[in-house]
């Protein structure tokens, strides 16, 4: 079955600097890859997803690139905030259309 | 707000007690998503209830049982309860039974002493 690992399980990053968040994944027909953001004590809420027919997709600050060939999936923080800090994860949905998450990354900004 | 309720918000309860937590979906959701997130762990997948009928199953143990009812809200119930059961619980819905995205309520604050 699908395998999805998360790195790093900790990032720690200056503030206004660039974060970088990268799963792999196992099974090469998963298509939907969404991030999800967990602040403390809260629920986590999708920040953005992509699909496997596009290599990368930009929300403000904010993006995913899918390598299909690798089978690895990135997300990119830059001008890191200190509202970034949170606890992201990943996922992939695998050929039974179950999401399979990874183990999270808890992101520190540093002021 | 996600459009995902689940009652209560928070749980005090002992070893060896039973509960059930409580989840609406989104208006027009069908499917229904248990998780289990303990003190700075991930999200463990228990289980998805689709219009009614079991999913798909993920590591959720036999002292716990979900159903999902006609008018589509779910209960999770969590029978002889230890410690180690203490953790966050989320309901998420989505859609379709093969939904892409999935949205979480706030969480049900278990706690076991």
């Known amino acids: 079955g699908e395998n999805v690992e998360q790195h790093p399980s900790t990032l720690s990053v200056q503030e206004g600097d660039s974060a970088v968040i990268k799963c792999t994944y196992s099974d090469s027909a998963s298509n939907y890859f969404p991030w999800y953001k967990q602040e403390l004590g809260k629920r986590p809420q999708l920040i953005i997803d992509?699909?496997?027919n596009v290599g990368e997709k930009k929300d403000q600050r904010i993006a995913v690139t899918l390598n299909k060939t690798a089978k690895h999936f990135s997300l990119h923080i830059t001008e890191t905030q200190p509202e970034d800090s949170a606890v992201y994860f990943c996922a992939a949905k695998d050929s039974n259309y179950q999401l399979i998450w990874g183990a999270g990354t808890k992101l520190i900004i540093k002021p | 707000d996600s459009g995902v309720t689940q009652t209560p918000k928070h749980l005090i309860t002992a070893t060896g007690q039973r509960v059930t937590l409580r989840c609406s979906p989104r208006s027009g959701d069908l499917s229904v998503y248990w998780y289990q997130q303990s003190l700075d762990q991930g999200l463990q997948f228990l289980i998805q209830y689709y219009n009614g009928e079991e999913r798909a199953k993920g590591n959720i143990l036999e002292r716990f049982s979900a159903q999902q009812f006609p008018d589509l809200h779910s209960e999770l119930n969590l029978s002889s309860l230890e410690l180690g059961d203490s953790a966050l619980y989320f309901c998420?819905?989505?859609?379709?039974?093969?939904?892409?995205?999935?949205?979480f309520g706030e969480g049900s604050w278990l706690t076991v002493v």
């Open positions: 998420a819905s989505s859609p379709s039974s093969s939904g892409n995205t999935i949205y």
């Open positions: 992509i699909r496997s």
